[in-house]
């Protein structure tokens, strides 16, 4: 049975199944923080299913599997790491595990700033750091039925 | 045993409980799941050396471990073991 959130729940940075969350959630939770008032600026990245791999093949579905204890422990330092750069508000940091068709969400990243000048460059290193540390999987289900 | 990605597909499992006679350590294990599923040998070991691949990080407990030789690495009666393939996110 899914726990999907809705406007006003709190939303914490971490792992959760495909449609539990989405973007106006999230960034509904991250102006419930009393903090936002601080804020100037809100930056967001959403990742998104590509209709061809790094290779070139077309994809027909992707599926994402994660260690969710390992993955929220990594996404919680990375969020942590986030907050303690000068003029950081709040970020808001969510990974999606299961089957996606093209274009659907991945990923959610939002961060709160006082300005946006640290907005941005603390939106990239979240994003690159996410690409590498999070103990998260992806399969790409490809049009000739093969998968890698 | 926790299984993700690659060993999920093998194994067609997300877990598995190693109840008799448990393993007393990474080395007991990794013999054990050759045997049993051995579609992992490539995915887990060296083709020429037989040992572990770099590229696969451990997990015992929901914590990596960082141990040159992980084989050795001891496990108690009821520790979480998994392996963990190079992370590729969305």
Known sequence: MTNNKK?????ESGIYKKNEVDFPTLMSSLKNNLKIRNAGAVLSFNGIVRETSKEGKLVKSLTIDAYDELANKSINQICEDIRK???IIDIKLIHLKGKFKISEDLVYVAVASAHREEGFKALRIAVERYKKEIEVWKREEFLDDSAE | MLYFADFKTITQKSEEYFNHNHPRNVGEIVKILIKKYPQLK???LEAKTNKIKDTISIAINHSIIK????????????DILAFLLPISGG
């Open chain 1, 7 to 11: 406007k006003g729940d709190l939303i």
């Open chain 1, 85 to 87: 750069i000068q003029g």
């Open chain 2, 42 to 44: 490539n995915i887990l």
């Open chain 2, 67 to 78: 141990n040159p030789n992980p084989r050795s690495e001891s496990l108690q009666k009821d």
